[in-house]
Nanobody, 115 residues
């Protein structure tokens, strides 16, 4: 059974930083790309960042230069370092692994940025 568990969310003022973590179990973590998504109130879920098996990284334009995704295969963990946070970054952040046509999601962690 695949499980993804996010942590590290919280409330922060604009300009602040947070680091999110996502721990995976039940899957060969090192053999899978991992992504972070977010969903703001009243909006659709959107892709934020993705890291491939070879640690190639892609980012949404809205977070480029502010967010950094990384992975530690030994710990089966992916991180999202978020700097220079803005109120528009407020959302529930989800970890995702897509494999063999199935999407695996965590329950999410809330990030709230105040101005």
């Amino acid at each position: 059974q695949v499980q993804l568990v996010e942590s590290g969310g919280g409330r922060v003022q604009a300009g602040g930083s947070l680091r999110l973590s996502c721990v995976a179990s039940g899957i060969l973590f090192s053999a899978n790309a991992v992504a972070w998504y977010r969903q703001a109130p009243g909006k659709q879920r959107e892709s934020v960042a993705r890291i491939s098996v070879a640690s190639s990284r892609t980012y949404a334009d809205s977070v480029k230069g502010r967010f950094t995704i990384s992975r530690d295969n030994a710990k089966k963990t992916v991180y999202l370092q978020m700097d220079s946070l803005k109120p528009e970054d407020t959302a529930v952040y989800y970890c995702n692994i897509a494999r063999s046509g199935t999407n695996y999601w965590g329950r999410g962690t809330l990030v709230a940025v105040s101005s």
